[in-house]
């Protein structure tokens, strides 16, 4: 092994950790972050372990179980195990051995033909019964005082439902006047003095429902207290949350263990109104709660379709709808100056598109006075490849922020750069997505800006952190900017489709412009791939519900 991996094996188990790697390399895998299957198996090679040691065909489930849990999923299926193990040339006569011998070890929970992480399984359950336990609580006559008269049907009907039920679905695209429900529902439990505590699993999506609702609302896992000391959160079932109404916003966002750790905090006898858009990309996390939730039909969902005039007039969301129905969203083409707010530059090969998306942020600072960091987010499908993030982002620090020659190493880190956390880091309340600014280097500590408050990070912690000139779209999910610009090209084909465009451009509150190949942005309004996960969520609500 190299000496980084050696060194994460020493800080993990110290003087034991001779004995731990000898006794399973593969063990060693699952618990150390960046150790993956294939070193696992380089380490048992150098040991002696036989290709069909029981040690690594459970080695190769664990890896299996958690590729599957990357992608979304909740479990993995014995067939997907099988072939698998297959890939990874590990025999699988022995799988149901290794599967006996992890369960006995409780490293997975098997119910029939899935196979989950312990921890998923328990989630999935909780969420189920949680949500079916505010969806059978008996409904309640507490009718509006007075409605505000400029709201539509659709939102007297969400504020009417949020005070007669006890589990509620508020869901619509843009310009539908999800914000203008949220705020009347506010105002209406407040005119009830309940209280109400606002929540959102992304920091700037807290800090829009704060300028939404006119009251403070705070990311989940800060309203869920986490605890460094005792490794969770402060808030769950034996000390809920003080709060009549907990409404989350960006709710499409939440995977099955976050939301099973906000559910575990509601008191039973509370409303909990969730507000998403379920045609956005699904989860990053494993599951899909809320389109499950809503599937079940245990509870009352109020949708809006209505756009509002007044949103009307924006091309972002005109183009947003066009999307959703297959069609290329009409743009100005070749311009990022005019009347609209929806703009084509049109390029067919990677080195022209960069170039022109350099041009791009050039003229959006000149004409429209947007800052190319602060203001505006590069947006591209993938992390590898000339148009990928990792290539973007190498290109747009050199040109907006090409520091001084002895800190310009391709890949390191500068006073200036916008930078992103990748994972969440509870000790210091930074969280996966978070958008900061680096402020300085001193003495191999790199001090970052997020939010007004300054992180430090030594070197050994900087993976946690990458360049956040250019962006994925599920990175940005819950995240909304002044202006956006979007990259897409036909290279990137395996992820063009219409949630992710349709992601992408609700994101900018002003101004979208594409830059890009026409063709590759017709391909993904064009594809309404169905994101499909492993999941047993909808059939225990179902059977709760029955």
């Not at 590729?67 to 990874?88: M, P, W, Y």
């Not at 336990?133 to 939102?155: C, G, I, M, W, Y």
């Not at 909990?272 to 079940?296: C, F, N």
């Amino acid at each position: 092994m190299g000496p980084a991996t050696a060194r994460e094996i020493v800080r993990k188990y110290g003087a034991d950790a001779p004995r731990v790697v000898r006794e399973d390399p593969y063990i060693v895998a699952e618990q150390i972050r960046g150790i993956g299957f294939r070193t696992a198996d380089r380490i048992a090679e150098a040991l002696g372990i036989a290709g069909d040691d029981l040690r690594r065909v459970q080695g190769g489930v664990l890896h299996l179980v958690g590729k599957a849990i990357d992608e979304g999923h909740v479990f993995a299926t014995r067939e997907q195990l099988r072939n698998g193990l297959e890939q990874l040339d590990v025999p699988s006569e022995n799988l149901d051995k290794a599967l006996g011998a992890l369960r006995a070890r409780e490293l997975v929970t098997i119910e029939g033909d899935a196979m989950y992480p312990p921890v998923l399984h328990r989630a999935e359950v909780l969420v189920a019964e949680a949500l079916s336990a505010f969806a059978n609580r008996p409904k309640v006559q507490q009718p509006v005082k007075t409605h505000d008269p400029t709201l539509s049907d659709r939102q007297r009907s969400a504020v009417d439902a949020s005070l007669g039920t006890h589990l509620l679905v508020l869901t619509g695209g843009p310009g539908t006047g999800k914000t203008t429900a949220v705020r009347a529902i506010v105002a209406a439990h407040a005119a009830l003095d309940r209280r109400v505590s606002l929540c959102a699993p992304t920091g700037r999506a807290a800090k829009r429902l704060s300028e939404a609702a006119g009251i403070e609302a705070k990311t989940i896992h800060r309203l869920l207290e986490w605890n460094p000391a005792t490794g969770h959160f402060n808030r769950n079932q034996r000390m809920p949350l003080d709060a009549d109404l907990i409404l989350v916003d960006e709710a499409s966002m939440l995977d099955v263990r976050l939301a099973s750790q906000l559910l575990a905090a509601i008191p039973r006898n509370a409303t909990l109104v969730l507000v998403g858009d379920i045609d956005q990309l699904p989860p990053v996390g494993p599951g899909q709660p809320l389109r499950d939730l809503i599937a079940s039909k245990i509870c009352e969902t109020i949708r809006l379709h209505e756009v509002f005039r007044q949103a009307q007039q924006s091309a972002i969301v005109r183009g947003a709808h066009s999307v959703l129905e297959g069609h290329m969203p009409e743009t100005t083409p070749n311009r990022t100056k005019g009347d609209g707010d929806l703009f084509l530059v049109s390029a067919t090969d990677p080195e022209t598109i960069t170039e022109r998306l350099i041009q791009t942020l050039r003229r959006m600072s000149a004409a429209y006075g947007f800052d190319p960091l602060a203001d505006v987010q590069v947006m591209t499908p993938m992390r590898r490849g000339p148009l990928g993030t990792i290539r973007l982002n190498e290109v747009l620090q050199e040109t907006f922020n090409p520091g001084k020659r002895e800190d310009a190493l391709p890949g390191s880190f500068r006073p200036g750069d916008k930078v992103m956390q990748l994972r969440n880091d509870y000790e210091k309340e930074v969280y996966n997505g978070d958008l900061g600014e680096v402020q300085r280097i001193e003495g191999g500590v790199t001090f970052i800006r997020f939010d007004g408050r300054e992180v430090q990070y030594k070197a050994d912690e900087l993976d946690a952190v990458s360049l956040a000139y250019a962006c994925t779209v599920h990175k940005v999910q819950g995240s909304e900017f002044p202006a956006a610009v979007i990259v897409l090209h036909n290279a990137h084909f395996m992820l063009l489709n219409r949630a992710l465009l349709y992601t992408a451009l609700t994101r900018a509150k002003q101004l979208v412009v594409l830059v890009g190949d026409p063709r590759a942005m017709a391909r993904a309004a064009r594809n309404a791939l169905s994101y499909e996960t492993n999941s047993r969520l909808l059939e225990r609500l179902r059977s709760h519900a029955s």
